[in-house]
C-alpha cells in the first residue's frame, strides 16, 4: 500500500512570494492534516481537512491556507513569504482522524 | 487546552529497556495519546496509541495512568536503530485538534 507522498520535497522561495505545497493521502483516508516543523517551536498543527471540509486549524496566521479536494489530494498555501516561514512541512492522513500516517514532508527555505 | 512536555534527551544501551514520559495537563477523557518515532529528514512513524491503562502492540507497549496527567511510552531491549526523535501527540476528542509534545532524543548506545 502505498504511503502519504507530498511533492515537492524540496523548495527554495524568496521574501515575499507564495507557495503552493501537495500532499496525497494513502488510498482509502479521507483526512488530511498538515504540521510545520521548526528547530525552535517543534511540531505545529496547521490544519485538519475531511472530505473537502477544513474541520479545525492551528494558531498560524490567514496567510496559511489549505484545501482538500474530492479525491483526498491535499494542497497548503503560504503567501507573501517570511524567513521565519522556513521549515519542515509535513501532511499526515488517516482514516478518521486517530491514526495519523505522516509523508516525508517538504523541506521550504525562505531567503 | 493540553500542554505537552518530554524530557529533551536520554541515552541508553542496547538491550535495555527505555521509558519515555510525556506530561499532558488538562486533557479530556476521551482524548487520545499517540507516540511517533522521527528519524532525520524524514516524517514521524506510527508507534503506538491509546486512551487509558496500558496498550501493547508488537514493538512498544503505552501507560496510561489513571489520573492522565503523563503516559509512559516503553520500549523493550532497544536497538542501535531505536536512536531517533520520539514524539507524544495529545487528539484534542471533537475538535480536530493536534498537539505535539516537545520531542525526546534517544540515543541509543552499543
Known amino acids: 500500500k502505498a504511503g502519504v507522498t507530498q511533492t515537492p520535497r524540496y523548495l527554495i522561495k524568496t521574501r515575499g512570494q507564495q507557495v503552493t505545497l501537495s500532499c496525497s493521502p494513502i488510498s482509502g483516508h479521507r483526512s488530511v492534516s498538515w504540521y510545520q516543523q521548526t528547530p525552535g517551536q517543534g511540531l505545529q498543527f496547521l490544519f485538519e481537512?475531511?472530505?473537502?471540509?477544513?474541520?479545525n486549524k492551528g494558531n498560524f496566521p490567514g496567510r496559511f491556507s489549505g484545501r482538500q479536494f474530492s479525491n483526498s489530494r491535499s494542497e497548503m498555501n503560504v503567501s507573501t513569504l517570511e524567513l521565519g516561514d522556513s521549515a519542515l512541512y509535513l501532511c499526515?492522513?488517516?482514516?478518521?482522524?486517530?491514526?495519523?500516517?505522516f509523508g516525508p514532508g517538504t523541506r521550504l527555505t525562505v531567503t | 487546552l493540553a500542554k505537552t512536555t518530554q524530557p529533551i534527551s536520554m541515552d541508553s544501551y542496547e538491550g535495555q529497556e527505555v521509558n519515555i514520559t510525556c506530561s499532558h495537563n488538562n486533557i479530556a477523557t476521551n482524548d487520545y495519546i499517540t507516540w511517533y518515532q522521527q528519524f532525520p529528514s524524514q516524517g514521524p512513524r506510527f508507534i503506538i496509541q491509546?486512551?487509558?491503562t496500558k496498550v501493547t502492540n508488537e514493538v512498544a507497549s503505552l501507560f496510561i495512568p489513571a489520573d492522565r496527567k503523563s503516559s509512559t511510552l516503553s520500549l523493550p531491549r532497544v536497538s542501535l536503530s531505536d536512536t531517533a526523535v520520539y514524539y507524544c501527540?495529545?487528539?484534542?476528542?471533537?475538535?480536530?485538534?493536534?498537539?505535539f509534545g516537545t520531542g525526546t532524543r534517544l540515543k541509543v548506545l552499543a
Open positions: 481537512y475531511f472530505s473537502e471540509t477544513q474541520r
Open positions: 501527540l495529545v487528539g484534542v476528542s471533537g475538535t480536530y485538534k493536534y498537539i
Open positions: 491509546g486512551y487509558k
Open positions: 499526515a492522513s488517516s482514516r478518521d482522524s486517530y491514526e495519523q500516517y
